[in-house]
């Protein structure tokens, strides 16, 4: 059965770093997305993208994020300046047509010391 | 906001008998369902989705969905201890648009 990928699948970093988190998703998918879930907490919606452009981001999803898909294949999450609070699990989700359900990545663990 | 409630549990069902997990959501305009199993520690894994009114069973799931009430439902039967898990409700809102988690509830099956 197809899979999204994600990779690293744990990241430690220095606040203040850059980190970017990559995902590799299922080639007839259309719809895609980032979501985050800090610890113990509910599962977030950060951004959509569709059609190569940002269809839709949460407040979350302020300056120090960004979102591409440099080769036309796979996704990048970047975080410019990290913060305590960004550590966090985090999701790629594709979408194989407009409602139906995601799938996910396997996630990565992002740990901002 | 768009809500989506669940209650966070635990909720504990001897091996063998039905759980019954139940979500509700505050957006009359919501257009499709979701229930996630998470495991601790992995990603969400779609379990069943329902679209309209009604039940919708596949394998030992049940999916109930009632618009009017605005309310979801997931009915495990003959409960095993593999779906010792935390239950994700989602709801999204329109076509190709975010979907929306409640916090889950978290599911133990008792030998």
């Known amino acids: 059965e197809p899979e999204v990928t994600q990779t690293p699948s744990h990241q430690v970093t220095q606040m203040g770093q850059e980190v970017i988190l990559r995902c590799v998703p299922i080639?007839?998918?259309?719809?895609f997305y980032w979501y985050r879930q800090i610890l113990g907490q509910k599962v977030e919606f950060l951004v959509s993208?569709?059609?190569?452009?940002?269809?839709?981001k949460s407040e979350i999803f302020d300056d120090q994020f960004s979102v591409e898909r440099p080769d036309g294949s796979n996704f990048t999450l970047k975080i410019r300046s990290t913060k305590l609070e960004d550590s966090a699990m985090y999701f790629c989700?594709?979408?194989?047509?407009?409602?139906?359900?995601?799938?996910f990545g396997s996630g990565t663990r992002l740990t901002v010391v | 906001q768009k809500e989506v409630e669940q209650n966070s549990g635990p909720l504990s069902v001897p091996e063998g008998a039905i759980a019954s997990l139940n979500c509700t959501y505050s957006?009359?305009?919501?257009?499709?369902f979701f229930w996630y199993r998470q495991y601790s520690g992995k990603s969400p894994e779609l379990i069943m989705s329902?679209?309209?009114?009604g039940d919708k069973e596949d394998g030992r799931f049940t999916a109930q969905l009632n618009k009017a009430s605005q309310y979801v439902s997931l009915l495990i039967r003959d409960s095993q201890p593999s779906d010792s898990a935390t239950y994700l409700c989602?709801?999204?809102?329109?076509?190709?648009?975010?979907?929306?988690f409640g916090s889950g509830t978290r599911l133990s099956i008792r030998p």
């Open positions: 080639s007839n998918h259309l719809y």
């Open positions: 329902i679209y309209s009114n």
């Open positions: 957006d009359r305009g919501s257009q499709s």
């Open positions: 993208f569709y059609n190569n452009e940002i269809s839709e």
């Open positions: 989700a594709g979408q194989g047509a407009a409602n139906y359900g995601y799938t």
């Open positions: 989602a709801v999204g809102y329109s076509s190709a648009s975010k979907i929306i």
